[in-house]
């Protein structure tokens, strides 16, 4: 258990409240700012604003150590405080961190040392901006330390247990030190740095995991051409101990708001400073195109879509979560309607229809396949496993199953009746489509 320090946090979002409620659990006093009433109320009773496995129980179990709060100034008694606001891209595909200078503004005045910790991902340089606008306002009592986070959305509780790595960037190895101390009791490497390698490790991170799932979604596609199963050269490609396992998996592409955006950094500040990352472009590119195959695949069994019916299963951008930033499913979902079908969409826990204005959301997955042409995995929660069912068979008007996640057996589901499309997988040929029998006439008893 660490000695406990007092923990300030600007932002009551995920990345804020994964970190102060993870902090909390590790012994530590910790305030949470946010600007929106609407959401400190709901904290304040007890309500979470997002779906994150594990967090309730984290913030509940530590109800008296967390205060959520709109006051900066109640941040003035912290030793060390994070920024965990949102940096989203900007029209240029900058990232835009207006609500990081906004927290600086609202830094309250100490009488004590205290350190600043970037949480949220910033362009590299962003450490020297902010050091210059501390000296500039007189705040020669606040240090600066980048320590980028690397949770992902499902498992932000188990990521910040138990991290592969802590990276910690700093001016002054004596801050780096204070915000290592917070961490005591989680084990792991730590790497210890200047604040532009630090920012520029988080970018790398994320621009290098999103160039594995291109890479092996444009093996996909190869394999499709050439009838080799991309799942199985996944496997072998990563036992190699030099490529690893992770990150491997081919499928309807990468989302969420993180890859996008950083993937896009990155490339934009190697732009602005004069480099052009050609590997970056074509990993977008790739990604991009990866979610539209999915409309030619539903075109090889059924012809024009206009006028079919489409169940789009799966609207969150991965499993665990309901945030449906850059999700694929909202890109093929507004395919399917561009090109006229009818899409029914289910998801347990993502709520579209705000955004997916001429979809009808259905309440399970049974009552979105009724009467389908074609049923499209696009997030592989688990309930989909059991998709190649019996009831789905008859419940739809075609067997028609695109598994864009590569959830299913591709042999069981023919065997169960389906037409069956996966992704790098060799295919059913063409006008395979097993037709469905005539249902029996139902007698009244
Ligand atoms: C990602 C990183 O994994 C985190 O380390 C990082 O901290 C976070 O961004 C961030 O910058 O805040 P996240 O966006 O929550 O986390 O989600 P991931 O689990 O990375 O998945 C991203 C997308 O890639 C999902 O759409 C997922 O379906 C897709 N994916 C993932 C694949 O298509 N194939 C894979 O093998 C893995």
Same mark, same amino acid.
């Given at each position: 258990?660490?000695?406990? +320090?007092?923990? $300030?946090?600007?932002?009551?979002?995920?990345?804020?409240?994964?970190?102060?409620?993870?902090?909390?659990?590790?012994?530590?006093?910790?305030?949470?700012?946010?600007? #929106?009433?609407?959401?400190?109320?709901?904290?304040?009773?007890?309500?979470?604003?997002?779906?994150?496995?594990?967090?309730?129980?984290?913030?509940?179990?530590?109800?008296? +150590?967390?205060?959520?709060?709109?006051?900066?100034?109640?941040?003035?008694?912290?030793?060390?405080?994070?920024?965990?606001?949102?940096?989203?891209?900007?029209?240029? $595909?900058?990232?835009?961190?207006?609500?990081?200078?906004? *927290?600086?503004?609202?830094?309250?005045?100490?009488?004590?040392?205290?350190?600043?910790?970037?949480?949220? &991902?910033?362009?590299?340089?962003?450490?020297?901006?902010?050091?210059?606008?501390?000296?500039?306002?007189?705040?020669?009592?606040?240090?600066?330390?980048?320590?980028?986070?690397?949770?992902?959305?499902? &498992?932000?509780?188990?990521?910040?247990? =138990?991290?592969?790595?802590?990276?910690? $960037? *700093?001016?002054?190895? /004596?801050?780096?030190?204070?915000?290592?101390?917070?961490?005591?009791?989680?084990?792991?490497? #730590?790497? %210890? &740095?200047?604040?532009?390698?630090?920012?520029?490790?988080?970018?790398?991170?994320?621009?290098?995991? !999103?160039?594995?799932? !291109?890479?092996?979604?444009?093996?996909?596609? #190869?394999?499709?051409?050439?009838?080799?199963? @991309?799942?199985?050269?996944?496997?072998?490609?990563?036992?190699?101990?030099?490529?690893?396992?992770?990150?491997?998996?081919?499928?309807?592409?990468?989302?969420?708001?993180?890859?996008?955006?950083?993937?896009?950094?990155?490339?934009?500040?190697?732009? =602005?400073?004069?480099?052009?990352?050609?590997?970056?472009?074509?990993?977008?590119? #790739?990604?991009?195109?990866?979610?539209?195959?999915?409309?030619?695949?539903?075109?090889?069994?059924?012809?024009?879509?206009?006028?079919?019916?489409?169940?789009?299963?799966?609207?969150?951008?991965?499993?665990?979560?309901?945030?449906? +930033?850059?999700?694929?499913?909202?890109?093929?979902?507004?395919?399917?309607?561009?090109?006229?079908? !009818?899409? %029914?969409?289910?998801?347990?826990?993502?709520?579209?229809?705000?955004?997916?204005?001429?979809?009808?959301?259905?309440?399970?997955?049974?009552?979105?396949?009724?009467?389908?042409?074609?049923? @499209?995995?696009?997030?592989?929660?688990?309930?989909?496993?059991?998709?190649?069912?019996?009831?789905?068979?008859?419940?739809?008007?075609?067997?028609?199953?695109?598994?864009?996640?590569?959830?299913?057996?591709? /042999?069981?589901?023919?065997?169960?009746?389906?037409?069956?499309?996966?992704? $790098? +997988?060799? !295919?059913?040929?063409?006008?395979?489509?097993?037709?469905?029998?005539?249902?029996?006439?139902?007698?009244?008893?």
């Amino acid at each position: 258990m660490a000695d406990s +320090r007092a923990v $300030g946090i600007f932002g009551a979002g995920w990345v804020g409240l994964v970190t102060g409620g993870c902090f909390a659990e590790l012994g530590h006093e910790v305030v949470v700012r946010d600007i #929106v009433p609407e959401r400190i109320e709901a904290l304040r009773a007890g309500h979470l604003p997002f779906h994150e496995p594990d967090l309730p129980e984290v913030l509940e179990r530590n109800r008296g +150590r967390i205060r959520y709060t709109l006051d900066a100034d109640e941040l003035g008694e912290a030793d060390v405080l994070f920024i965990c606001v949102q940096t989203p891209p900007t029209y240029s $595909g900058d990232a835009d961190l207006s609500y990081v200078w906004n *927290a600086l503004d609202e830094l309250p005045r100490a009488n004590r040392r205290q350190v600043l910790v970037m949480k949220s &991902t910033v362009p590299v340089g962003t450490g020297d901006t902010v050091r210059a606008a501390l000296e500039a306002r007189g705040l020669n009592n606040v240090g600066y330390v980048s320590n980028p986070e690397f949770l992902a959305e499902g &498992t932000g509780v188990r990521d910040f247990m =138990n991290p592969d790595r802590l990276v910690l $960037g *700093a001016f002054a190895p /004596e801050d780096a030190a204070v915000v290592e101390a917070l961490y005591s009791g989680i084990e792991a490497p #730590v790497v %210890r &740095t200047d604040v532009a390698s630090a920012e520029m490790i988080k970018l790398a991170a994320n621009a290098f995991l !999103s160039t594995r799932i !291109s890479f092996i979604n444009e093996i996909a596609n #190869v394999c499709e051409l050439v009838g080799a199963d @991309v799942e199985d050269v996944a496997k072998g490609v990563g036992l190699d101990h030099r490529l690893g396992p992770h990150f491997f998996r081919a499928g309807v592409g990468w989302g969420g708001s993180c890859f996008g955006k950083d993937v896009s950094a990155l490339k934009q500040l190697a732009g =602005n400073s004069g480099y052009h990352f050609q590997l970056l472009a074509a990993v977008i590119e #790739v990604n991009e195109l990866q979610k539209r195959r999915v409309i030619a695949k539903l075109e090889k069994h059924l012809g024009k879509l206009r006028g079919k019916t489409i169940a789009v299963l799966g609207l969150a951008f991965k499993p665990n979560t309901d945030d449906l +930033r850059d999700a694929p499913s909202l890109v093929i979902a507004s395919r399917l309607l561009a090109e006229g079908a !009818s899409v %029914r969409t289910w998801d347990p826990v993502a709520d579209a229809r705000d955004r997916l204005r001429g979809a009808l959301q259905c309440g399970s997955v049974l009552d979105a396949v009724a009467g389908a042409d074609a049923a @499209v995995i696009v997030t592989e929660w688990p309930e989909l496993r059991g998709l190649a069912s019996k009831e789905v068979r008859e419940a739809m008007a075609r067997p028609l199953i695109v598994d864009g996640r590569n959830v299913l057996d591709p /042999e069981e589901t023919r065997a169960a009746g389906f037409a069956y499309e996966g992704i $790098g +997988r060799g !295919s059913s040929p063409f006008a395979s489509l097993p037709e469905t029998p005539e249902r029996e006439p139902k007698v009244p008893r």
